[in-house]
Nanobody, 115 residues
Framework: QVQLVESGGGLVQPGGSLRLSCTAS????????MGWYRQAPGKQRELVAA???????NYADSVKGRFTISRDNAKNTVYLQMNSLKPEDAAVYYCTADSSRGWYWGQGTQVTVSS
């Protein structure tokens, strides 16, 4: 099994910044890719950003130029740096990992953007 532990959610003002972290732990596994999804009230869960161990990245059009995903492979940790936050970015953000032991999800962390 692989456990994903997230941190960094909270309340920020529009235009503010926030950094989310997610660390994968377990034994005898390889992380192929990690990413972030989000789900706002009344909306479907959507992919925000993803990255592979080789460094490839992908972003939703709505966050391009504002969000940056990065990884520390030695720590099995993925980060999501969120800048210029908008009210429409408010959602529960979920970390995900595609690994040699399966596909796993974090518990989710709430991001609220309001004045």
């Amino acid at each position: 099994q692989v456990q994903l532990v997230e941190s960094g959610g909270g309340l920020v003002q529009p235009g503010g910044s926030l950094r989310l972290s997610c660390t994968a732990s377990g034994s005898y596994f390889i992380i192929y890719a990690m990413g972030w999804y989000r789900q706002a009230p009344g909306k479907q869960r959507e992919l925000v950003a993803a990255t592979t161990s080789g460094g490839s990245t992908n972003y939703a059009d709505s966050v391009k130029g504002r969000f940056t995903i990065s990884r520390d492979n030695a720590k099995n940790t993925v980060y999501l740096q969120m800048n210029s936050l908008k009210p429409e970015d408010a959602a529960v953000y979920y970390c995900t990992a595609d690994s040699s032991r399966g596909w796993y999800w974090g518990q989710g962390t709430q991001v609220t953007v309001s004045s």
